[in-house]
């Protein structure tokens, strides 16, 4: 190509790269067709209705207090949703919504023993059975897991998702289980703490891949005519999309995870119950990712030796915390292992 | 196609191993503990300085006599208490209802006479 050529190209290049970048808000993701089946507050619980429905044990998804569970229904052809409906599982998933001020009161105790017990039996009730399967993802993971430990009468199945059990190590823990770094401080401030805030956080600890990495590797697939518009859009709209933290569970979830490191020393107490990983007794399947930073392997393993549970599966996948779940790699490795363990699990 | 000793090639390969080296660098840096103190530090005066902004904003808004960020929250909260009761009274309801079904269906259990 001749330097007019080149130049014309690069200019092409550069509009197209900002129209990605200024137009990622209006990208469609979640979009998957859905019933609202119960709400409260700001929770709401949606059901994903299989036309193929064949295993009786439905699917209750569940995502963390940070960023949306829009990455379970990312886009069409890239949905662990579809994937799962396709199997022929009736799937449910509960929604934390957007909490505001006024919902800073809210504790760990009101999403496990409240919002998720209230969903799960709701899920019961709109499916017509009386035993489900969980699947939590990052703090989503742990809220189950806790949930597993105190009220798993209705739980048959339950899959961990790169879930922070032991958090002693990991670089968050190096920043806020300090002494100087006080959770009520931010919470005097912002009673639900901001989710900007705890993104700004997030992307600190890759700095250089999370600022510039990913707009470098954007540039060069525009300026090199690949399309990557629609993956790489719903993926930005689904990082940048950060609800708040209400301040009673963040301050929770600070000091009993990172200060004090008490689940895994079994010495957190919901409305005075105490969580012991060791009840946990249902079918369980761990899996963590090989270059996890937020929730690293070591961190989740040792719950493999804690529980009660006779039927204890790891499955150890290469992958970031989210990217795990996410591509082709995901769609034709871990989601089909994941379905096929769940089957297995999911007959009358 | 360009040759393995196009420059520009050579540049970017450059590039991306010192980008690589910086990443790599900067995790190793926000992983050390003068990072983490740093941050803490930053982290609780940009929150001090904010809430006193915050607290004079509020300060404005109320000797005007209009509702505040508080006066808002509070309703909110009351909401949120109300709708707290009424799922509890919800569940209760609905509790009843199946327990009545379920008396109704069960076997042996006599109908009773129509008058």
């Known amino acids: ?348 | 196609m360009a040759s393995a000793s196009d420059p520009l090639d050579f540049a970017a390969r450059i590039y991306r191993e010192s980008e690589s080296a910086l990443a790599a660098l900067s995790e190793q840096l926000v992983g050390r503990d003068a990072f983490a103190e740093v941050l803490a530090w930053t982290t609780e005066n940009v929150m001090a300085l904010t809430r006193l902004a915050f607290d004079a904003g509020d300060l404005v808004v109320r000797n005007l006599r209009l509702a505040g960020r508080a006066d808002i929250n509070r309703l909110g909260r009351q909401l949120a208490r109300t709708e707290d009761k009424l799922e509890r009274v919800l569940q209760e309801v609905e509790a009843l209802r199946a327990g009545q079904a379920a008396a109704a269906t069960a076997p042996g259990e006599a109908e009773p006479a129509a008058s």
């Open chain 1, 1 to 348: 190509m001749n330097p007019a050529g080149q130049l014309t190209r690069l200019g092409t290049a550069a509009v197209e790269f900002a129209n990605i970048i200024l137009t990622t808000p209006d990208a469609s993701i979640g979009a998957s067709a859905r019933d609202v089946v119960w709400t409260h507050r700001n929770t709401t619980l949606y059901r994903y209705r299989s036309a193929l429905r064949r295993h009786p044990v439905p699917i209750l998804l569940v995502f963390a207090l940070i960023n949306r569970p829009a990455i379970f229904d990312l886009q069409p052809g890239n949905s662990f949703v579809e994937f799962l409906l396709g199997q022929g599982f009736d799937v449910f998933l509960v929604d934390w919504g957007e909490p505001d001020e006024a919902d800073a009161d809210m504790g760990l105790e009101a999403f496990v023993l409240d919002e998720l017990h209230w969903a799960i039996r709701e899920t019961e009730l709109a499916s017509g059975v009386d035993e489900l399967s969980v699947v939590g993802w990052c703090i989503g993971g742990t809220l189950a897991a806790m949930y597993a430990a105190l009220e798993g009468e209705a739980v048959r199945n339950l899959v961990l998702l790169t879930t922070p059990i032991d958090v002693a190590g990991s670089r968050y823990a190096r920043w806020v289980a300090r002494e100087s770094f006080d959770p009520a401080g931010i919470t005097a401030t912002y009673p639900t703490v901001p989710g900007p805030l705890i993104d700004v956080a997030n992307r600190l600890l890759k700095p250089v891949t999370n600022y510039w990495s990913t707009y470098r590797r954007l540039w060069e697939d525009v300026a090199a005519g690949r399309d990557r518009r629609a993956a790489y859009q719903a993926m930005a709209k689904w990082v940048g999309d950060n609800p708040g933290f209400p301040g009673r569970a963040f301050r929770e979830w600070i000091t009993w995870m990172y200060k004090d490191n008490a689940l895994i020393r079994g010495e957190i107490r919901l409305r005075g119950r105490r969580v012991d990983l060791a009840a946990i007794d249902q079918n369980l399947l761990v899996i963590t990712a090989g270059a996890d930073h937020i929730a690293p392997r070591e961190g989740t393993v040792p719950l493999l030796h804690l529980v009660g549970s006779a039927d204890v599966t790891h499955f150890d996948r290469p992958g970031g915390h989210i990217g795990l779940m996410i591509g082709s790699n995901a769609r034709e490795g871990l989601w089909p292992d994941i379905a096929a363990w769940l089957a297995r699990r999911s007959t009358r």
